[in-house]
């Protein structure tokens, strides 16, 4: 293979070391597969934190890495959101374990991440920026183009190529991808500031006119603020004083709560845009670097980790010979419709917070209106914030569940669903008694041990459920004999 070493064409180079790049690197690396991280930043953990919440679903994927307890620890709870208006959802009845949202600074999330990476033994490579790529459809492999700390050049080849290094992707640009889309809302103000009085909520978030604040607390004494008020659209460079800051909080929350001690102040413009493709030959976009959107209803770092999560078994299955290189397209068939309904969603959420016309004003109250008293569209509309109603497309004639997502759910033989995917394997749940089921569970696991688990329903379920890693329904079956399950864990499990 023109000297290429056996390693590089089972490996991964994933390129971004923010929560996306870590949870990929380190499943990846879990399931044995040679990983390099290329991060251009140095090797540092910021404070200054982007996202500060992780939804049900998400909490539901670092549970299958063994993370959620120890975040639910570090950070809070939180069952109402509010999201405009008089519109709060109540996250109390989510069919999860995680009947909340969590309210916890990125930098606590990417530190977990981090260490399991670390443990699993991913190559990091700090201050090394990557400056091309190239990839020939006849070859196997992707060659990485990098600049070292010390300015120096190198090469890197590895079977696959993920970029999840951001909005301004170096990988989404070398595989010549546009990133269309438009700025939603300008002049969006950052401030990191001590308090003088305590907020009432965990999270204030409020509109009222042309003016809209978010507070929201980093656990160290610090609180984030992000405001913006409609008529005050000056460049992202425009030097911010504290005093406008306190403003737009004054005019949104009703009170600034006595600000002082900021030890970090900035503007951003937020975007919305999406591109048009995941991937491209061998190399993948995930995160901010395949879209982004308004912070609305705190979806971003969840998208991210959700993409990831989808990709790493899929990598890992083809790499080591489990599944065929047709699985790798189900990414983009799965997650981009995901991420564009996520722009829709926040984009939504922004546009009705920010009404100010009457027939938008209208629209506002008849959205909540239907929302307080339609449970049907209640559901639908908590279940695509969380995630946890996303279901993936299924083939033509597949069982009901398929391409659903399973929630935690008790084992016959004791534990949970979730943990019992911790691995990143497979998990065949079946019917507890029966004729044959012993010798099928037997058959169905025989020679898989390390990439599936045979468990049974505690609650006497009647259908066979094959879950994927990722924890949704890859094939279900109403009283399927053993043919049948050796059939469908052969095609999906290898």
């Known amino acids: 293979m023109n000297g290429i070493r056996h390693e590089s064409v089972r490996s991964v180079v994933v390129v971004g070391s923010g929560p996306t790049g870590l949870l990929l690197a380190g499943d990846l690396a879990a399931a044995g597969v040679p990983v390099t991280l290329v991060e251009k930043r140095p090797h540092r953990i910021s404070n200054l934190s982007r996202a500060f919440v992780l939804h049900a679903r998400t909490l539901e994927q670092l549970d299958a890495r063994a993370l959620a307890d120890g975040l639910e620890a570090a950070g809070a709870p939180l069952d109402r959101l509010r999201l405009f208006g008089d519109l709060t959802v109540d996250l109390a009845t989510l069919p999860s374990r995680f009947r909340h949202l969590l309210v916890l600074p990125q930098y606590e999330i990417e530190k977990a991440l981090e260490r399991r990476a670390v443990e699993a033994g991913v190559e990091f490579r700090y201050e090394t920026e990557t400056t091309g790529l190239r990839q020939d459809p006849a070859e196997d492999f992707v060659t990485v183009e990098v600049r070292g700390p010390d300015g120096g050049t190198e090469t890197l080849r590895a079977a696959y190529v993920v970029g999840a290094d951001g909005m301004r992707s170096t990988v ?166 995901v991420g564009r309904a996520v722009l829709r969603s926040s984009g939504g959420i922004v546009r009705l917070a ?68 911790r691995g990143g394997r497979f998990v065949l749940i079946g019917p507890e008694t029966g004729p044959g089921r012993e010798g099928e569970a037997y058959r169905a696991g025989a020679g898989r041990e390390d990439r599936l688990a045979v468990e049974h329903w505690a609650s006497g379920r009647r259908t066979t459920v094959l879950v994927r890693p990722d924890g949704y329904v890859a094939w279900a079956a109403d009283a399927a004999g053993a043919a049948e399950t050796e059939a469908a864990v052969a095609a999906h499990v290898g």
């Open 172 to 337: 989404r640009e070398a595989i010549g991808l546009p990133f269309p889309g438009r700025s939603v809302i300008r002049s969006v103000v950052l401030a990191d500031v001590r308090l003088a009085r305590e907020p009432e909520t965990l999270l204030s978030v409020n509109t009222v006119g042309d003016a809209f604040a978010f507070l929201a607390p980093f656990g160290d004494g610090y609180y984030r603020v992000v405001g913006w008020h409609r008529g005050r659209n000056v460049p992202d460079d425009e030097p911010l004083e504290l005093e406008e800051v306190e403003e737009i909080t004054r005019l949104a929350l009703g009170r600034d709560f006595g600000m002082h001690d900021a030890r970090w102040m900035s503007r951003f413009h937020s975007d919305e845009r999406q591109a048009p493709a995941y991937r491209v030959g061998r190399v993948f976009l995930a995160g901010d670097a395949a879209h982004v959107h308004t912070p609305a209803g705190g979806q971003g770092m969840n998208t991210g980790l959700q993409d990831a999560a989808n990709l790493s078994w899929k990598l890992a299955a083809v790499l080591h010979g489990h599944a065929g290189p047709e699985l790798l397209d189900t990414y983009q068939a799965e997650r981009h419709p």
């Open 354 to 421: 920010m009404a100010k016309h009457l027939w938008t004003l209208a629209l506002r109250a008849a959205v909540t209106t239907l929302l307080d008293h339609v449970g049907p569209a209640r559901r639908r509309a908590v279940g695509h914030l969380t995630g946890v109603g996303l279901r993936y497309p299924a083939p033509r004639g597949s069982h009901r569940l398929t391409g659903t997502r399973v929630p935690d759910v008790a084992l016959a033989g004791g534990g949970r669903l979730y943990e019992a995917l």
